[in-house]
């Protein structure tokens, strides 16, 4: 009666915890078994049978889930995923073959029944495999505050400007794209940076004069200075 949508309900269950997991198979399927006894007019069903059979198919798979989840989906490429999980859905397929047939069955009705339960597994499988090898792709190197990190020394930075959802780091020869916004990137760069504008920090070390609505810096760049914070400008002279 569930041979078919065994291995579905477990790939579907795998992120529960175990026990959780199994629990609430093994009573998804008793549930099924009254409902389809009802709905084709067969005789009823005690409910205590309905859980051991649901019991005797679903826990061979919960069983495969957790062997893939645990010994082989975090360590496998796409390719070693889909054979391990054919392999062990292959196993569950024939645990729960034998068990149905323990309770009663025909063995070989019950596996050409449960064989196409594998094909259920193996969309998981792939999905499983390439979402762990994205994850192990180095991505932007974070900081200890959990942004992303400043991608130089502080010290080669020439100006830093805002640029929508990114700080512009501009350096000798070349310019940086920082994932920052620009109060973030205030405080992370310190007290040798100063706020001018609401679009600019300019280095200390490089400020050469302070002009009227403007800093001047050495090389001959200008940035503008606005009216909130021009008392931090004042205090470059």
Same mark, same amino acid.
């Given at each position: 009666?569930?041979?078919?949508?065994?291995?579905?309900?477990?790939?579907?269950?795998? $992120?529960?915890?175990?026990? #959780? +997991?199994?629990?609430?198979?093994?009573?998804?399927?008793?549930?099924? $078994?009254?409902?389809?006894?009802?709905?084709?007019?067969?005789?009823? @069903?005690?409910?205590?049978?309905?859980?051991?059979?649901?019991? +005797?198919?679903?826990?061979? %798979?919960?069983?495969? !889930?957790?062997?893939?989840?645990?010994?082989?989906?975090?360590?496998?490429?796409?390719?070693?995923?889909?054979?391990?999980?054919?392999?062990?859905?292959?196993?569950?397929?024939?645990?729960?073959?034998?068990?149905? +047939? %323990?309770?009663?069955?025909?063995?070989?009705?019950?596996?050409?029944?449960?064989?196409?339960?594998?094909? !259920?597994?193996?969309?998981?499988?792939?999905?499983?495999?390439?979402? &762990?090898?994205?994850? &192990?792709?180095?991505?932007?190197?974070?900081?200890?505050?959990?942004?992303?990190?400043?991608?130089?020394?502080?010290? &080669? #930075?020439?100006?830093?400007?805002?640029?929508?959802?990114?700080?512009?780091?501009?350096?000798?020869?070349?310019?940086?794209?920082?994932?920052?916004?620009?109060?973030?990137?205030?405080?992370?760069?310190?007290?040798?940076?100063?706020?001018?504008?609401?679009?600019?920090?300019?280095?200390?070390?490089?400020?050469?004069? @302070?002009?009227?609505?403007?800093?001047?810096?050495?090389?001959?760049?200008?940035?503008?200075?606005?009216?909130?914070?021009?008392?931090?400008?004042?205090?470059?002279?």
């Amino acid at each position: 009666m569930l041979g078919r949508g065994a291995g579905t309900g477990v790939a579907a269950g795998a $992120c529960l915890p175990p026990a #959780i +997991a199994a629990g609430s198979l093994v009573a998804v399927g008793a549930a099924y $078994c009254q409902a389809h006894a009802l709905l084709v007019g067969a005789p009823a @069903v005690p409910v205590g049978f309905s859980l051991l059979w649901s019991a +005797a198919t679903m826990l061979p %798979w919960a069983a495969a !889930a957790v062997a893939f989840e645990r010994g082989v989906a975090r360590r496998a490429g796409p390719a070693r995923a889909v054979g391990a999980a054919l392999a062990l859905g292959g196993l569950a397929v024939a645990a729960a073959a034998a068990l149905a +047939a %323990w309770l009663g069955s025909d063995l070989r009705t019950e596996l050409y029944q449960r064989a196409p339960a594998l094909l !259920a597994v193996l969309p998981y499988a792939l999905a499983r495999a390439r979402r &762990d090898a994205s994850a &192990d792709e180095p991505g932007p190197a974070r900081d200890r505050a959990g942004g992303e990190a400043l991608p130089c020394a502080p010290g &080669d #930075i020439l100006l830093a400007a805002a640029a929508g959802n990114y700080v512009e780091l501009r350096l000798r020869g070349r310019t940086l794209l920082w994932r920052q916004t620009m109060r973030d990137a205030e405080r992370r760069l310190g007290p040798g940076f100063v706020r001018v504008h609401r679009s600019y920090l300019v280095p200390r070390s490089r400020v050469a004069a @302070v002009r009227a609505g403007a800093v001047e810096l050495e090389g001959g760049d200008r940035v503008p200075v606005s009216r909130r914070y021009r008392a931090g400008a004042e205090a470059l002279r």
